[in-house]
């Protein structure tokens, strides 16, 4: 599953991170990086712009940029894309209707020239409902081992509960 991403941030100068958090309206985004910030999950709302979160992890600060996922806030996501060093992105894994779109969405972030080379972390979201498509079957629904410009992985987690959600750099 590509390389480690650990390897990438042994590198990061300061040792501070900054990671674009993005993914399809109701992936998780937020609840996520809630969860990262050890934050109350119980009232979340949809994101209309952006919420940003300084986390700290492993000695690192990650500086987390969060973007709405609605059809309609997608084009802003390119003002985002400067000094990028993570993307993480995180999937519905549950919401098999809109893998196609999703994958569609990860595919044009993988084009981007501001994101060329940037690694990329994908969250497999919503593993604690029963309906929930594991990381694997994704990974080659995505065709993600086609991925050959940057380092990658793919993580099951619930954003719900918790588990998985550590950044296992």
């Given at each position: ?5 650990s ?9 501070e ?30 994101t ?61 972030l ?9 690694p990329?972390l ?10 929930a ?24 987690c ?9 950044v296992?750099?």
């Amino acid at each position: 599953m590509g390389n480690n991403i650990s390897d990438f941030l042994a590198s990061a100068p300061d040792q501070e991170v900054r990671i674009l958090l993005l993914g399809l309206d109701n992936a998780g985004k937020t609840t996520l990086l809630k969860q990262l910030a050890s934050e109350d999950i119980s009232h979340i709302t949809p994101t209309q712009g952006f919420n940003i979160k300084s986390v700290q992890s492993q000695g690192f600060k990650l500086n987390v940029w969060d973007i709405g996922g609605q059809r309609k806030i997608r084009p802003y996501w390119r003002n985002y894309f400067e000094n990028t060093d993570v993307l993480i992105y995180v999937i519905d894994s549950a919401d098999r209707k809109r893998f196609e779109e999703t994958g569609q969405e990860l595919a044009e972030l993988l084009d981007e020239e501001k994101l060329s080379g940037v690694p990329v972390l994908i969250f497999a979201n919503k593993q604690d409902l029963l309906t929930a498509a594991p990381a694997s079957e994704i990974a080659e629904g995505l065709n993600l081992h086609t991925i050959r410009d940057r380092i990658w992985q793919i993580q099951s987690c619930s954003a719900l509960t918790g588990e998985g959600v550590q950044v296992r750099w």
